[in-house]
C-alpha cells in the first residue's frame, strides 16, 4: 500500500472523496490563502491604510499568479509554512504596489483563515449528504416498519423488533449530526486576523476598522479577538467529524454483521469479490465505513492534543492540525459518499429474518410470555417458569410457546404470543417519531 490513501491512484476510489478531496489539495489551498491576500488588500483599502489602487492590482496579480512549487516547498521547508514564500511571489507580480502585500498579517492569519474558508464549503457538502443518506435510509424505515427480524443484545437474540426500527436508529444520530453542525458553524466560520501576536499593532488604530471590513469581504464571522492559540473551535470540528463516521461506522458495523452467511439478513449491495474464493461477495462499504471511524476517532483525539499551543502562537500543534483535520473531513466525505450508495442498494432479507427467528424456537418471545403470565402469578414466579421451559425447548429443539402451553395452567392467549409481530412494543411509534 501507499504512505497516504489519499492521492493514491490505488486507494483513493475505496478510501478518498472526490468532492471533499478536491478542497484540500494544494492549489485549493493557495487559492484560498491568496483569496485571503486579496480581501486583506481590499479592505484596507476601504479602510485608508494602504493607498487607493492598490487592491485592483493586487487582485489581479493574484488571479494571474502562475506560482513557482518549488520555490513555494523551499519557503515551507525554511519557514515552516509556504505564505512567506507565497507573499514573496505575490508581491513581485503586484508591483510596483507589491509592498502593501500582506500588510499588518502574520502567516498565521493567512492560513487559518484560508482553512476556514475551505471547511466552510467542505462542511456544506458534507450537510448535503447527512440529508441524502437520511433521505434513503428514511424509505427503508418507513416501508420496514412491519418487518420483524430478532433484536440482538451483545450479539445475542434478545427480542422481537424490526428492520424499519434498526433503520431509524441510524439515521436518529444523523439527524442530530445536522442540528450539531448547524450550532458549530458560527463558532468555527469566523476570521483569523491578529498580525504577529494578537495586537493588530501594525495597523495602528485602524485594526478594528480593518478587521470588520476583512470578515466582510470574506463573508465570516468577525469573533471577539483573534484566536491564534484558541483552538477549541478545530477541536470541536474535530470532534463532530469523528461522530459522524462513528454513527455512520454504527450501521456499517451492523451491515457486515447481519450480512453474514449464518445470518443473511441484510446485504450492503457491495460486490466485494475474494481474488480465490468464487462464492464470496464481501460488505466492502461497510466495511470502509468502520475503518473510517476507527482511523478519525485516533485522529480527533490527537486534535485535541494539539489544541496545547504555546502563549500568544505555537508552532508544533499548528503544525499537527494540517496533518488531522484535512484526513478527517475527507474520511467524513468518503463514509458519507459510501453509505448513500449502501441506502440506494441495500438488500433487506425479510424472509430470511423470519426464518432465523423461528429456527431459533421462539426463544426471543421469553420475555414477552413471563409478563404474559405475570398477569396470572408473581413475575419472579413467571420469569422461573419460563426460564425452565427455555432449557427444555432447547435442550428437546421445541418450540418455547408450546413447552410453555403444555406446563403451564394459565390462560394465556398462546397463539397470539407465537407471533412476534404481537411483541414490537412502541417500535412503530419510535419509527414514526425518528421520521418526523
Not at 476556514?116 to 437520511?134: F, K, N, P, Q, T
Not at 450550532?183 to 483569523?192: A, T
Not at 463532530?240 to 456499517?252: D, E, H, P, Q, R
Amino acid at each position: 500500500m501507499t504512505s497516504a490513501p489519499f492521492g493514491s491512484r490505488l486507494l483513493d476510489p475505496l478510501l478518498s472523496d472526490p468532492q471533499t478531496s478536491a478542497l484540500f489539495t494544494d492549489r485549493a489551498a493557495l487559492e484560498a490563502m491568496l483569496q485571503f491576500e486579496v480581501a486583506l488588500a481590499r479592505a484596507e483599502e476601504s479602510c485608508g491604510v494602504i493607498p487607493p489602487g492598490c487592491a485592483r492590482d493586487i487582485a489581479d496579480a493574484a488571479r494571474t499568479l502562475d506560482p513557482d512549487w518549488n520555490a513555494l516547498g523551499a519557503g515551507v521547508q525554511q519557514a515552516g509554512h509556504p505564505v512567506t514564500a507565497l507573499v514573496k511571489q505575490l508581491r513581485a507580480a503586484a508591483a510596483p504596489w507589491g509592498e502593501y502585500v500582506h500588510w499588518g498579517a502574520t502567516s498565521q492569519d493567512v492560513i487559518d483563515s484560508a482553512l476556514v474558508i475551505r471547511l466552510r464549503e467542505a462542511l456544506a457538502g458534507l450537510d448535503a449528504r447527512l440529508e441524502a443518506v437520511i433521505a434513503r435510509f428514511s424509505q427503508h424505515a418507513a416501508a420496514h416498519r412491519g418487518t420483524v427480524m430478532a433484536g440482538r443484545t451483545r450479539s445475542r437474540q434478545a427480542v422481537p423488533t424490526t428492520f424499519g426500527l434498526k433503520a431509524a436508529g441510524w439515521i436518529a444520530p444523523l439527524k442530530r449530526h445536522r442540528r450539531r453542525l448547524a450550532e458549530l458553524r458560527p463558532r468555527l466560520l469566523v476570521l483569523q486576523f491578529g498580525g504577529a501576536a494578537g495586537t493588530l499593532a501594525a495597523l495602528g488604530d485602524r485594526g478594528l476598522a480593518v478587521s470588520e471590513a476583512l470578515a466582510k469581504e470574506l463573508d465570516l464571522a468577525l469573533p471577539p479577538m483573534p484566536w491564534h492559540s484558541q483552538r477549541d473551535s478545530f477541536g470541536e470540528a474535530a470532534a463532530w467529524l469523528a461522530l459522524v463516521t462513528a454513527s455512520t461506522g454504527k450501521m456499517g458495523r451492523d451491515l457486515t454483521l447481519l450480512a453474514q452467511d449464518e445470518i443473511a439478513e441484510v446485504h450492503d449491495g457491495s460486490a466485494g469479490g475474494s481474488s480465490t474464493m468464487p462464492q464470496k461477495s464481501n460488505p466492502v462499504l461497510s466495511e470502509v465505513l468502520v475503518a473510517a471511524a476507527t482511523v478519525n476517532a485516533g485522529l480527533s483525539a490527537s486534535m485535541q492534543q494539539a489544541a496545547l499551543q504555546e502563549h500568544e502562537r505555537g508552532g508544533s500543534g499548528w503544525t499537527a492540525e494540517w496533518l488531522l483535520l484535512p484526513q478527517m473531513t475527507i474520511l467524513a466525505g468518503t463514509a458519507l459518499r459510501h453509505a448513500e450508495t449502501i441506502g440506494g442498494a441495500l438488500d433487506v432479507r425479510a424472509e430470511r429474518m423470519r426464518r432465523n427467528i423461528d429456527a431459533a424456537g421462539g426463544l426471543l418471545l421469553a420475555e414477552a410470555a413471563a409478563f404474559a403470565l405475570a398477569a396470572h402469578m408473581p413475575l419472579q414466579q413467571a420469569q422461573a417458569l419460563v426460564a425452565q421451559a427455555c432449557r427444555e425447548a432447547s435442550a428437546a429443539g421445541r418450540s418455547l410457546i408450546e413447552v410453555l402451553r403444555a406446563s403451564s395452567t394459565a390462560s394465556v392467549d398462546w397463539d397470539r404470543l407465537r407471533d412476534p409481530a404481537n411483541s414490537l412494543g412502541a417500535a412503530d411509534a419510535f419509527i414514526g417519531r425518528v421520521l418526523e
